[in-house]
């Protein structure tokens, strides 16, 4: 076979498969499909970001290791995952400060939610959306809580502001 007509008929074909495995790798699907609910932290008197020393924040009643945040330092945010087989979460934050760590000091934040199912697409299949019915938070070092649009969708950003009293506050 003549070398000239390999290469006439294999690089079209090449650059087909190329196109074709290009465009398949641009769908929406390569962004996160999973809604996971992103709280950050704030001062409850300057509204600014804040980093929370010593502090260990776990789910309440999740099956297995439940953890989110191990005494971490200088954390201003943490990942709350919600359950699609549930309506309630509950995550409890405890301080661990030589000073601060009682368990009638830690806060638990609950969140009633509806998991409400997404068909985004036929490759991308379906993921949840968590429609926030209600919250509720203890207030020991935590002032407030805001969830601004009551909804907890696969955009990776910030759905939940944790308000908390510091030392810093008034």
Same mark, same amino acid.
């Given at each position: 076979?003549?070398?000239?007509?390999?290469?006439?008929?294999?690089?079209?074909?090449?650059?087909?498969?190329?196109?074709?495995?290009?465009?398949?790798?641009?769908?929406?699907?390569?962004?996160?499909?999973?809604?996971?609910?992103?709280?950050?932290?704030?001062?409850?008197? =300057?509204?600014?970001?804040?980093?929370?020393?010593?502090?260990?924040?776990?789910?309440?009643?999740?099956?297995?290791?439940?953890?989110?945040? /191990? %005494?971490?330092?200088?954390?201003?945010?943490?990942?709350?995952?919600?359950?699609?087989?549930?309506?309630?979460?509950?995550?409890?934050? /405890?301080? &661990?400060?030589?000073?601060? %760590?009682?368990?009638?000091? %830690?806060? =638990?934040?609950?969140? %009633?939610?509806?998991?409400?199912?997404?068909?985004?697409?036929? &490759?991308?299949?379906?993921?949840?959306?968590?429609?926030?019915?209600?919250?509720?938070?203890?207030?020991?070092?935590?002032?407030?809580?805001?969830?601004?649009?009551?909804?907890?969708?696969?955009?990776? /950003?910030?759905?939940? &502001?944790?308000?908390?009293?510091?030392?810093?506050?008034?």
């Amino acid at each position: 076979m003549d070398v000239s007509v390999l290469k006439k008929s294999v690089i079209p074909v090449l650059s087909l498969l190329f196109l074709a495995a290009i465009t398949a790798c641009t769908g929406e699907c390569l962004d996160n499909r999973n809604s996971i609910g992103l709280a950050g932290f704030y001062d409850s008197a =300057t509204k600014k970001e804040v980093s929370i020393d010593s502090i260990s924040v776990f789910g309440v009643g999740a099956p297995n290791d439940s953890m989110l945040v /191990r %005494n971490g330092r200088g954390v201003k945010q943490v990942y709350m995952p919600f359950r699609i087989n549930a309506s309630t979460v509950q995550f409890c934050f /405890r301080y &661990e400060q030589k000073a601060l %760590n009682f368990p009638q000091l %830690n806060d =638990t934040l609950t969140i %009633n939610y509806d998991p409400v199912p997404y068909f985004a697409s036929k &490759e991308c299949g379906v993921m949840y959306i968590f429609s926030i019915k209600d919250f509720s938070c203890t207030s020991h070092l935590i002032d407030s809580v805001a969830i601004p649009t009551m909804q907890i969708t696969n955009v990776d /950003r910030q759905t939940i &502001e944790i308000y908390f009293r510091t030392s810093n506050s008034n």
